[in-house]
C-alpha cells in the first residue's frame, strides 16, 4: 500500500475536473471508443466498425467526448476523423489498457 508522507500535500481543487473527466470515462460506449483512438485517428465507419457500436448511438456518444474536450475532429473530403486531443486522456487510457487489457 502507498504511504503518504506528512510533508506532501493534497490540492483537492482539482476534484470537480476529475469527477467530471471519470463520469464522461464511465459510459461503456464512451469508454470503447476512447480505447479504439488511443490506438491512432480513426475515421467514423472505422470506429463504428470496431467498436460495434451502431448509428446514432455512436453519433451521441462522439459528441458527448467533443464537449468534454477529449476528442477532436478533422474533415478530410466526406470523412471526417477523431482523434483524442487531451494528453491526460490518452495516458488515462494508455494505462487502463495496461492494467485491464493486457493478458496476464
Same mark, same amino acid.
Given at each position: 500500500?502507498?504511504?503518504?508522507?506528512?510533508?506532501?500535500?493534497?490540492?483537492?481543487?482539482?476534484?470537480?475536473?476529475?469527477?467530471?473527466?471519470?463520469?464522461?470515462?464511465?459510459?461503456?460506449?464512451? &469508454?470503447?471508443?476512447?480505447?479504439?483512438?488511443?490506438?491512432?485517428?480513426?475515421?467514423?465507419?472505422?470506429?463504428?466498425? &470496431?467498436?460495434?457500436?451502431?448509428?446514432?448511438? %455512436?453519433?451521441?456518444?462522439?459528441?458527448?467526448?467533443?464537449?468534454?474536450?477529449?476528442?477532436?475532429?478533422?474533415?478530410?473530403?466526406?470523412?471526417? #476523423?477523431?482523434?483524442?486531443?487531451?494528453?491526460?486522456?490518452?495516458? %488515462?487510457?494508455?494505462? %487502463?489498457?495496461? %492494467? #485491464?487489457?493486457?493478458?496476464?
Amino acid at each position: 500500500m502507498h504511504q503518504t508522507h506528512p510533508n506532501t500535500s493534497i490540492d483537492f481543487a482539482k476534484a470537480p475536473v476529475v469527477t467530471s473527466a471519470l463520469k464522461v470515462l464511465s459510459n461503456p460506449d464512451r &469508454l470503447k471508443i476512447l480505447c479504439v483512438l488511443s490506438q491512432a485517428e480513426q475515421h467514423v465507419q472505422q470506429i463504428e466498425l &470496431l467498436t460495434d457500436i451502431q448509428q446514432p448511438t %455512436l453519433s451521441q456518444q462522439l459528441t458527448v467526448l467533443r464537449k468534454a474536450g477529449m476528442v477532436e475532429t478533422r474533415r478530410e473530403g466526406k470523412q471526417i #476523423y477523431y482523434q483524442i486531443c487531451d494528453h491526460k486522456v490518452l495516458q %488515462l487510457m494508455q494505462t %487502463l489498457y495496461g %492494467l #485491464y487489457c493486457l493478458d496476464e
